[in-house]
């Protein structure tokens, strides 16, 4: 079945520093990747996505590249600020399963000051 | 456009209870999801609507779950009884039959079970 992995926090960062978050995935096809954020006290918000190999998605300075030969998907930015403190969760959707949502376990992002 | 809304936002209720959530999903939207996320940890499905018809209700616990949407636009999920273990948030989603697989989460109801 599908499944994603993404490295457990909690990470936490100084205000400017740069941001990796892991992110691996095993399909059985060619599914869409997404990352989502939970601020807290808040709903599920799509932060990126990227339907095929080698897409990048992007979005308020965060990054992420589709990998096929790695099934990788890890998030990025260059400096993160305070407001970026959230749990993020990487995602995939199966086209062949309905576009259900396989998420991760959550990473919570502590950015400090 | 209006997002997915869900009532009640909070629910407190004791065990062998029962309780009932309300989604309505976004306008047009013909999919609807219903997610179970438990503290720490990322959503998991529990049904997918297309339509009113169930496409996938394989990880429902049919003992104690259901989820109905009678004419195919806001769906309910109850739970009866109730468990400890059933203390969650409860993420309703849709998606739009044209889009690429995004879907849009409404703000969930946290249920907690004593």
């Known amino acids: 079945g599908n499944s994603v992995t993404q490295m457990e926090g909690p990470v936490t960062l100084s205000e400017e520093a740069f941001l990796t978050i892991n992110c691996t995935y095993t399909?059985?096809?060619?599914?869409?990747l997404f990352w989502y954020v939970q601020y807290p006290g808040e709903g599920l918000q799509l932060l990126l996505k990227a339907t095929k190999a080698d897409d990048k998605g992007s979005n308020k300075g965060f990054e992420a590249t589709y990998r096929k030969e790695t099934t990788s998907f890890h998030l990025e930015k260059g400096s993160v600020q305070v407001s970026d403190s959230a749990v993020y969760f990487c995602?995939?959707?199966?086209?062949?399963?309905?576009?259900?949502?396989?998420f991760g376990g959550g990473t919570r992002l502590m950015v400090k000051p | 456009e209006a997002g997915v809304a869900q009532s009640p936002r909070y629910k407190i209720i004791e065990k062998r209870q029962s309780v009932a959530f309300w989604c309505n999903p976004i306008s047009g939207h013909a999919t609807l999801y219903w997610y179970q996320q438990i503290l720490g940890q990322g959503p998991k499905l529990l049904i997918q609507?297309?339509?009113?018809?169930?496409?996938?209700d394989s990880q429902l616990p049919k003992d104690r779950f259901s989820a109905e949407r009678l004419k195919g636009v806001d769906s309910t999920l109850k739970i009866q009884p109730a468990k400890l273990e059933d203390s969650a948030v409860y993420l309703c989603a849709s998606i739009s039959d044209r889009g690429a697989g995004e879907q849009f989460f409404g703000p969930g109801t946290r249920l907690t079970v004593l």
């Open positions: 995602a995939l959707s199966d086209h062949n399963a309905g576009n259900m949502l396989t």
């Open positions: 609507f297309q339509n009113n018809g169930v496409v996938d």
């Open positions: 399909a059985t096809g060619y599914p869409s």
